[in-house]
């Protein structure tokens, strides 16, 4: 029998029996020690086939762990992560992640920069779970950091329809809040549907039938027979003479107005007065609803001194222009920056009067034409070059329209 001779060095690991084809009989390792400091057994690596048993606490150094198992059952009710982070100002996102195999996995994900719960899905875009609550018809949302409110809004719900059974509910407003009521205990707090009682006396104008409250088959009647007087109540027709005294026109009454210099007699019916002025159409005409002096009806002797004042004159402005732009006012403030400016004078009327002045210093100039063939001073167009130069022409037509500058 042969046999591996005894070594009185002492050996560094556990001893254990080999394989005797291929190994020693005796064999010792050290990554596979008893630690009889902490009394626990060390192992370097570790296979195991079955199953394993751990009466104590389970601790994991290495920085990844990997489960193939296809259910993890936990009894804790609570999962820590980040558990190492000990600071105060923490910037790293965290959750849970699912795995999509070839497509982009999805998060359920703490955003520390927006101090939000969100979502991201295979998009790649993130949203925050309060997105995911959202209002709609009679439902509004507010938000206030990553809190989301839902409110019941009656004023965004749709058009009612027109008929409702007793046991629908429906929503009322009482001032402190939305609240449900069915349509028949609605219409039995009001009395079956009918008005009960209306305080209403009777006055000027105004027929109550007999009872008092009125009920709800009771009669109003407005009436003009019935006012005091036989008058307008609160109103009337006053007629001031040209002595200074007033006459009342009572209703039923025909009231005459002698005609003469620009007025017709008129007559009136029982509720009607009709005044009609006459005008002369020499020095002033009817234009539509409104009354205007003639063209030449006013010489120089019948225009009072200081009578066309600057605000009775009818002048426009205009600051606002772009190159291309046809003149449409009577002044017109030009400024050109860089650029050079072209204008174009109006369809000339006879007599109109257009003035245009740069009011900038920029090298740009402003080129003033004439509209189609129309000329200003015999020339196609007229430039300004410096700022505060001005140019008044004034209009008259003809074969062909000209522009005079004055």
Known sequence: MSYKPHTANVPSGILYYGDPASEAMLKAE???????????????????????????????SGTTTTVNTETVTIADNKIELNSDYSGSSPSADAGLIVNRGTETDTEFLWDEGNNLWEFKYDTGNQYSVKEHVTGGTGISDSDSGYLRTLNLDIGSLDVAGSTASDSDVLIVDQGSGPKKITRGDLISGLGAGSVTSVAIAGTDGIDVDSGSPITSTGTITLGLSNIANDKLANSKIVLAADSGT???VDLGETLTIAGGAGA?????????????VNVDDTTI??????????????????????????????RTVDDSFTTGDTISSDI????????????????PASGQVVTIKKIDNGAGEVI??????DTIDGASSKRLYYQYESLTCVAKTGSPNEWYII
């Open 30 to 60: 050290s990554t596979f020690v008893y630690d009889d400091g902490n009394d626990r057994l060390s192992v370097g690596k570790i296979t195991t086939t079955s199953d394993v048993i751990i009466g104590g606490d389970l601790t994991v």
């Open 246 to 248: 007033s006459e009342d």
């Open 264 to 276: 017709t007699t008129v007559v009136s019916s029982t509720n009607t007065v009709t005044v009609t």
């Open 285 to 314: 005409e009817v234009n539509s609803d409104s009354l205007r002096v003639k063209a030449g009806g006013i010489d120089t002797n019948e225009l009072a001194d200081a009578s066309v004042t600057e605000a009775k004159r009818d």
């Open 332 to 347: 017109n403030l030009v400024t050109t920056g860089a650029s050079n400016l072209t204008l174009t004078l109006p369809s």
């Open 368 to 373: 003033i034409q004439g509209d189609g063939t």
